[in-house]
């Protein structure tokens, strides 16, 4: 049986292993998820392409805007595949950090209700 510090090793590991794969092997033009959604609105076929003019309320232009700090899963295109593969890094990284964090302040909870 691992022991939990080894098992949160191999877990990297296999986390990076798979994200940095995944740069390479990731489409440059998926068809995922917001086309997902032009088709639910009914704004998109299965063989048609996304309209140009739709709806701004559907689509949200001027509703909402941000800067992503890694727009894409990238650090830019000049940093082209490299940036791709610290972004997915960073992220995976990062997403241990939140996870670890809000398992320890579970943990808080549950001793504080014990005693």
Do not use: C
């Not at 032009?38 to 076929?45: I, P």
């Not at 701004?56 to 490299?82: C, N, Q, W």
């Amino acid at each position: 049986m691992m022991d939990n510090k080894t098992f949160l090793i191999a877990g990297i590991l296999f986390a990076l292993v798979i994200g940095v794969l995944a740069v390479f092997l990731a489409s440059g033009d998926p068809d995922g998820l917001e086309s997902t959604a032009l088709m639910v609105s009914g704004q998109k076929d299965l063989t048609g392409s996304a309209p140009e003019d739709g709806d701004p309320e559907v689509i949200g232009t001027g509703t909402f805007s941000y800067s992503a700090p890694m727009p894409d899963y990238s650090l830019g295109e000049t940093m082209g595949t490299l940036g791709g593969v610290i972004s997915i890094i960073v992220g995976i990284f990062l997403t241990l950090v939140v996870v670890i964090g809000a398992t320890w302040l579970v943990r808080q909870g549950n001793d504080r209700t014990k005693s």
